[in-house]
């Protein structure tokens, strides 16, 4: 099986600046994309930003320009460098991926458990 390990998040004041990683272990393949999504309290879960294995990214608009998602194939690992937080930032982050195992001709979707970012104000 698969797991996906989100580490980084924590208490930041508003301006200040989180990078957030996710490890994929496991029995994996290929990689073809892996995304980051939030969800606050009382809101639906929301895709922030993902990386395609063609090299693409997308990011929600509210965090174009202060977000930026990238990835280490090497590693099996994407980061997401936040900067210039905001307080409705704040909510728990997960790490997604789509993810081929060894020895299975398709992909799965795979999720972390997440991990909590605060922005004060």
């Known amino acids: 099986q698969v797991q996906l390990v989100e580490s980084g998040g924590g208490l930041v004041q508003a301006g200040g600046s989180l990078r957030l990683s996710c490890v994929a272990s496991?029995?994996?393949?290929?990689?073809?994309?892996m995304r980051w999504h939030r969800q606050a309290p009382g809101k639906q879960r929301e895709l922030v930003a993902a990386?395609?294995?063609?090299?693409?990214?997308n990011y929600a608009d509210s965090v174009k320009g202060r977000f930026t998602i990238s990835t280490d194939n090497a590693k099996n690992t994407v980061y997401l460098q936040m900067n210039s937080l905001k307080p409705e930032d704040t909510a728990v982050y997960y790490c997604?991926?789509?993810?081929?195992?060894?020895?299975?001709?398709?992909?799965?979707?795979?999720w972390g458990q997440g991990t909590q970012v605060t922005v004060s104000s």
């Open positions: 496991g029995r994996i393949f290929s990689i073809n994309a």
């Open positions: 997604n991926a789509d993810i081929r195992l060894s020895g299975v001709p398709w992909g799965s979707e795979y």
């Open positions: 990386f395609t294995k063609a090299g693409t990214t």
